[in-house]
């Protein structure tokens, strides 16, 4: 079993910054990508930001040069920075880990959490 454990949402005003952080434990094996997706109501679940094992990192177009992803490797969390928050970044925001050999790959995902940003 592996358990992912969000934090740092909230509520914000536009222009304002967040930190989301996820922690992983239990039986990982290889952590092959993490990464952020979010959920706004009615709409499709979305990726976010993504970082690949080796370092990469891709950015959905809506974020890129506001939002950060990283990753201590030490502690198996990965952080999302947010800043410049707009109203329409307001969703659920959900950390997904991918590990396992490459016949066997794993996926994994935390039970979400609420940003709320107010105009």
């Known amino acids: 079993q592996v358990q992912l454990v969000e934090s740092g949402g909230g509520l914000v005003q536009a222009g304002g910054s967040l930190r989301l952080s996820c922690a992983a434990s239990?039986?990982?094996?290889?952590?092959?990508?993490m990464g952020w997706y979010r959920q706004a109501p009615g709409k499709q679940r979305e990726s976010v930001a993504v970082?690949?094992?080796?370092?990469?990192?891709n950015y959905a177009d809506s974020v890129k040069g506001r939002f950060t992803i990283s990753r201590d490797n030490a502690k198996n969390t990965v952080y999302l920075q947010m800043n410049s928050l707009k109203p329409e970044d307001t969703a659920v925001y959900y950390c997904r880990l991918e590990d396992g050999p490459t016949w066997a790959r794993r996926d994994h995902w935390g039970q979400g959490i609420q940003v709320t940003v107010s105009s």
């Open positions: 239990g039986n990982i094996f290889r952590i092959r990508t």
């Open positions: 970082i690949i094992s080796g370092g990469t990192t």
